[in-house]
């Protein structure tokens, strides 16, 4: 579900650089200094390997991932329709000697019936949109006959003729802007731009601003150059084709995951159910390609407030329309939407490798299920990827290899809708997971392009860009094509903090630390055409990765990764870095990064940044003596104290998890991150702190900070040796 989008990598970078005065020194003081540990490129090249990681690179065969792509993207396989497919998956990693199940849940879906959507022109004509892709003749998944129509999941059924207004990327603050430029919006239906905002926030802002339907336009603009450099469309060339759509959830993710009638404990027959509502939307919404897009725009040009003077991030895009809010009178949409409920099996499955230590556990994930029959990218280079993780383990444990800890390999269903399948695993485990897991490794879409983007809980870092250097990537390492990402990026080394995009959620909300790694497009590469009928094997074999060399290189590296943190004397996590986070996120509560309409020194006073301030550097402090003693020579002879340091490295991020969640998403326990509230695919960090302090609910900011500073004190007792 994630869209890696190099242009945003981009504009966070930018971000990021233009800071704001300090108020004086001894404020800079506080925080940590930036350490920039990108180094120069991995050498020697070829890297050197110990045997066991030899054997597990050795495994891979690019062109049998190739072959399980092929097979993943030919089948229906939208959440809960195709158990066969999870049973080949399952058969497939047993015969690799990964002994593995399908563990299946009972949820709440919709799948799509009808729709239909017209542009009414005041004179009588009319205009009717396609709500398909174009088959495309070489692209044989495009000829199905099932092939998927456009649609949201878990978008709401409704029949809505209405005056339409165009509102940018429907962030809320697009939608305060609309407002105070008195557009009225009540009863009209929405015509929102794909980018910023999850698809649902786009929705649900409609939704709480009166309006009565909402349409999702592809806007080639967000490409980057291709089309502009004169490039054909797919399948001609690199350029978006001009009818893909983007399907979707339009769940309020940044409130809820899993499924929504069964808030808080896993989907198993017969469970109670809530009716769920209050995390759907209830106004009808669709997709719309850009072809079918501009004649909408185009009916609004001088109607309204332009585009060029919206003064609003991403309101304007490439097409040669003016952006104009609209509405213009007489001139309508009409939309219906029919949707079928379902509660209905969904089937993840689980491969388990016991390890020697059975109460230390390494779990790896990927959805399985697709909006399309392809799903090439998003994620069925992932699921192909995975059979090959299973083999390489395989392989080693035939030498009589066994890990140190538990592997748990999962291949999760209903990703798509609302990180169904992970949830309500994680939902049923919940007590295992909390004492037995270490790190959660995500992948979804493996590759939709050449270049490596990751977001991880800090103590992750290190490990994940020391194992890059093990990993060939064409004529270099896949850490020298981070390097020449990154290496401007000293305070965080390129990764970014995790929202809630993909099947790692869950987990970070118990408390676990995780990663989510994908390799993405640039600026210059193929369109990658997300959640499309596009996003297909042939886009995937003729565009992006025709030999499976990108794919091969990301199974390797997640084997290794995973190698490490399951068989490592010591578990490789980076406490430095963790500590040297915390006071990043703690800076961002002075109002230095985010502006809270306040002066620095208010926010001051509103919550006790003292104390704060006193508990990150006494983590810090633990830190450094954790790491000193662990490499302190004899330390790892002594199997109880290595044992129990492993055990200080896996709890200590327990303590952050609250009990009682955030005010209005109470999922959200963990008070160190969560999806960004307006956003949903961003994360933020410390956020009922600077929730609070963004409502003015002092109370808030400081009942969080208080247990920020309780945690991290906490935190620091666990990691200390007595
Ligand atoms: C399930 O997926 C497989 C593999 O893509 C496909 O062959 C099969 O037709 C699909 N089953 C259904 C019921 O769509
Ligand atoms: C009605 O108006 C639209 C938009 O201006 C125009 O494209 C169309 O040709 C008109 N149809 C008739 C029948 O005049
Ligand atoms: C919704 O609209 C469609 C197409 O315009 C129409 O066929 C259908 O009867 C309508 N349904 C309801 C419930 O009004
Ligand atoms: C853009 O649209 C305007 C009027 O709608 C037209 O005159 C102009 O030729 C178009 N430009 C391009 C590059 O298509
Ligand atoms: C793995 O461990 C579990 C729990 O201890 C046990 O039930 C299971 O039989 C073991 N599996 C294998 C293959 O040894
Ligand atoms: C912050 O807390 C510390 C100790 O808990 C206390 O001494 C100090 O006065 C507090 N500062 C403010 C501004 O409340
Ligand atoms: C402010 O936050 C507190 C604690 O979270 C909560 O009890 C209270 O209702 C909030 N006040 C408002 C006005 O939302
Ligand atoms: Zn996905």
Redesign the pocket.
């Given at each position: 579900m994630q869209e890696y989008l190099w242009i945003l990598w981009q504009l966070l970078a930018v971000a990021s650089a233009c800071e704001r005065n300090f108020p004086d020194d001894d404020f800079l003081a506080q925080w940590p200094t930036s350490k920039p540990y990108l180094t120069l490129r991995a050498e020697p090249f070829p890297p050197s390997l110990s045997p066991n990681e030899k054997v597990l690179s050795d495994s891979f065969d690019s062109a049998e991932i190739g072959t399980w792509l092929s097979?993943?993207t030919?089948?229906?396989?939208i959440a809960g329709?195709?158990k066969?497919?999870a049973q080949t998956t399952a058969d497939a990693w047993n015969s690799n000697g990964v002994p593995s199940s399908l563990v299946e849940y009972e949820v709440y879906l919709n799948y799509p019936v009808s729709a239909s959507l017209s542009l009414n022109y005041a004179n009588g004509s009319k205009y009717n949109a396609q709500l398909f892709e174009d088959v495309v003749k070489e692209d044989e998944t495009t000829k199905y006959e099932n092939t998927v129509p456009a649609f949201h999941g878990y978008s709401a059924n409704g029949n809505v003729s209405a005056e339409y207004v165009y509102v940018g990327l429907g962030h809320k603050d697009d939608f305060a802007r609309l407002v105070s430029l008195s557009v009225d919006l009540k009863g009209k239906i929405a015509l929102a731009k794909y980018g910023g905002p999850f698809r649902g926030i786009k929705v649900k802002n409609a939704q709480a601003n009166g309006m009565s339907g909402v349409v999702i336009f592809t806007d080639p603009g967000s490409d980057g150059p291709q089309a502009k450099k004169g490039d054909k469309a797919y399948p001609d060339g690199p350029a978006r084709h001009p009818s893909s759509l983007q399907r979707g959830s339009v769940a309020y993710i940044s409130n809820y995951i899993g499924d929504p009638t069964t808030p808080g404990y896993p989907s198993k027959p017969g469970f109670a159910r809530t009716s769920g509502t209050e995390v759907l939307p209830k106004i009808p919404s669709l997709p719309i390609s850009y072809r079918d897009a501009i004649p909408l725009l185009r009916a609004l040009d001088g109607y309204g407030t332009a585009g060029s003077v919206m003064r609003r991030d991403g309101w304007t895009g490439g097409l040669n329309v003016t952006y104009s809010t609209g509405p213009a009178p007489g001139i309508t949409i009409s939309m219906s939407n029919l949707m079928k409920d379902a509660t209905t099996p969904i089937w993840n499955v689980i491969g388990s490798i016991n390890g020697t230590n059975a109460d230390e556990t390494i779990i790896i994930g990927n959805h399985r299920d697709a909006w399309v029959i392809g799903g090439a990218g998003d994620p069925n280079s992932g699921t192909a990827m995975l059979i090959e993780v299973t083999k390489a383990f395989g392989v080693l444990m035939k030498t009589g290899w066994k890990p140190k800890r538990n592997i748990i390999i999962a291949s999760w269903d209903a990703e798509e809708y609302a990180l169904i399948g992970s949830t309500e695993w994680v939902e049923e485990y919940a007590p295992w997971l909390s004492g037995t897991a270490i790190s959660y490794l995500n992948v979804d879409i493996a590759v939709s392009g050449p270049l490596p983007g990751a977001d991880a809980t800090p103590e992750l870092r290190g490990v994940a860009q020391d194992v890059m250097k093990k990993v060939i990537y064409g004529t270099q390492t896949l850490y020298d094509a981070w390097y020449k990402l990154y290496q401007f990026r000293p305070e965080d080394s390129g990764f970014g903090n995790l929202g809630a995009g993909s099947d790692y959620a869950p987990f970070l909300q118990l408390g676990i630390g995780a990663l989510h790694f994908g390799m993405s497009g640039g600026s210059t590469d193929p369109v990658y055409h997300y959640h499309s009928n596009y996003d297909s094997y042939h886009w995937m074999t003729k565009f992006c990765d025709p030999n499976f060399a990108i794919h091969t290189t990301v199974a390797q590296y997640i084997t290794l990764l995973a190698y490490h943190l399951a068989d490592d004397v010591i578990l490789p996590l980076d406490l430095d870095a963790f500590g040297r986070n915390l006071g990043y996120w703690a800076r961002d509560v002075t109002g230095e990064t985010i502006n809270y309409g306040g002066d620095v020194g208010s926010v001051q006073r509103q919550v006790n940044l003292t104390d704060l301030i006193n508990a990150y550097k006494h983590f810090q402090g633990v830190a450094t003596t954790f790491t000193k003693t662990i490499k302190a020579s004899g330390f790892t002879d002594d199997a109880t104290r290595v044992k129990l340091a492993n055990q200080k490295l896996r709890d200590f991020q327990r303590v952050f998890v609250s009990k009682e969640g955030l005010k209005m998403r109470p999922f959200y326990k963990n008070a160190l991150y969560a999806p960004n509230r307006d956003d949903g695919y961003k994360a933020q960090t410390f956020p009922g702190t600077i929730e609070g302090l963004q409502d003015k609910n002092i109370t808030q900011a400081r009942d969080w900070n208080l247990f920020l500073i309780k945690a991290m004190n906490a935190a620091s007792d666990i990691l200390t040796f007595q």
């Amino acid at each position: 579900m994630q869209e890696y989008l190099w242009i945003l990598w981009q504009l966070l970078a930018v971000a990021s650089a233009c800071e704001r005065n300090f108020p004086d020194d001894d404020f800079l003081a506080q925080w940590p200094t930036s350490k920039p540990y990108l180094t120069l490129r991995a050498e020697p090249f070829p890297p050197s390997l110990s045997p066991n990681e030899k054997v597990l690179s050795d495994s891979f065969d690019s062109a049998e991932i190739g072959t399980w792509l092929s097979y993943y993207t030919h089948g229906d396989h939208i959440a809960g329709r195709n158990k066969s497919m999870a049973q080949t998956t399952a058969d497939a990693w047993n015969s690799n000697g990964v002994p593995s199940s399908l563990v299946e849940y009972e949820v709440y879906l919709n799948y799509p019936v009808s729709a239909s959507l017209s542009l009414n022109y005041a004179n009588g004509s009319k205009y009717n949109a396609q709500l398909f892709e174009d088959v495309v003749k070489e692209d044989e998944t495009t000829k199905y006959e099932n092939t998927v129509p456009a649609f949201h999941g878990y978008s709401a059924n409704g029949n809505v003729s209405a005056e339409y207004v165009y509102v940018g990327l429907g962030h809320k603050d697009d939608f305060a802007r609309l407002v105070s430029l008195s557009v009225d919006l009540k009863g009209k239906i929405a015509l929102a731009k794909y980018g910023g905002p999850f698809r649902g926030i786009k929705v649900k802002n409609a939704q709480a601003n009166g309006m009565s339907g909402v349409v999702i336009f592809t806007d080639p603009g967000s490409d980057g150059p291709q089309a502009k450099k004169g490039d054909k469309a797919y399948p001609d060339g690199p350029a978006r084709h001009p009818s893909s759509l983007q399907r979707g959830s339009v769940a309020y993710i940044s409130n809820y995951i899993g499924d929504p009638t069964t808030p808080g404990y896993p989907s198993k027959p017969g469970f109670a159910r809530t009716s769920g509502t209050e995390v759907l939307p209830k106004i009808p919404s669709l997709p719309i390609s850009y072809r079918d897009a501009i004649p909408l725009l185009r009916a609004l040009d001088g109607y309204g407030t332009a585009g060029s003077v919206m003064r609003r991030d991403g309101w304007t895009g490439g097409l040669n329309v003016t952006y104009s809010t609209g509405p213009a009178p007489g001139i309508t949409i009409s939309m219906s939407n029919l949707m079928k409920d379902a509660t209905t099996p969904i089937w993840n499955v689980i491969g388990s490798i016991n390890g020697t230590n059975a109460d230390e556990t390494i779990i790896i994930g990927n959805h399985r299920d697709a909006w399309v029959i392809g799903g090439a990218g998003d994620p069925n280079s992932g699921t192909a990827m995975l059979i090959e993780v299973t083999k390489a383990f395989g392989v080693l444990m035939k030498t009589g290899w066994k890990p140190k800890r538990n592997i748990i390999i999962a291949s999760w269903d209903a990703e798509e809708y609302a990180l169904i399948g992970s949830t309500e695993w994680v939902e049923e485990y919940a007590p295992w997971l909390s004492g037995t897991a270490i790190s959660y490794l995500n992948v979804d879409i493996a590759v939709s392009g050449p270049l490596p983007g990751a977001d991880a809980t800090p103590e992750l870092r290190g490990v994940a860009q020391d194992v890059m250097k093990k990993v060939i990537y064409g004529t270099q390492t896949l850490y020298d094509a981070w390097y020449k990402l990154y290496q401007f990026r000293p305070e965080d080394s390129g990764f970014g903090n995790l929202g809630a995009g993909s099947d790692y959620a869950p987990f970070l909300q118990l408390g676990i630390g995780a990663l989510h790694f994908g390799m993405s497009g640039g600026s210059t590469d193929p369109v990658y055409h997300y959640h499309s009928n596009y996003d297909s094997y042939h886009w995937m074999t003729k565009f992006c990765d025709p030999n499976f060399a990108i794919h091969t290189t990301v199974a390797q590296y997640i084997t290794l990764l995973a190698y490490h943190l399951a068989d490592d004397v010591i578990l490789p996590l980076d406490l430095d870095a963790f500590g040297r986070n915390l006071g990043y996120w703690a800076r961002d509560v002075t109002g230095e990064t985010i502006n809270y309409g306040g002066d620095v020194g208010s926010v001051q006073r509103q919550v006790n940044l003292t104390d704060l301030i006193n508990a990150y550097k006494h983590f810090q402090g633990v830190a450094t003596t954790f790491t000193k003693t662990i490499k302190a020579s004899g330390f790892t002879d002594d199997a109880t104290r290595v044992k129990l340091a492993n055990q200080k490295l896996r709890d200590f991020q327990r303590v952050f998890v609250s009990k009682e969640g955030l005010k209005m998403r109470p999922f959200y326990k963990n008070a160190l991150y969560a999806p960004n509230r307006d956003d949903g695919y961003k994360a933020q960090t410390f956020p009922g702190t600077i929730e609070g302090l963004q409502d003015k609910n002092i109370t808030q900011a400081r009942d969080w900070n208080l247990f920020l500073i309780k945690a991290m004190n906490a935190a620091s007792d666990i990691l200390t040796f007595q």
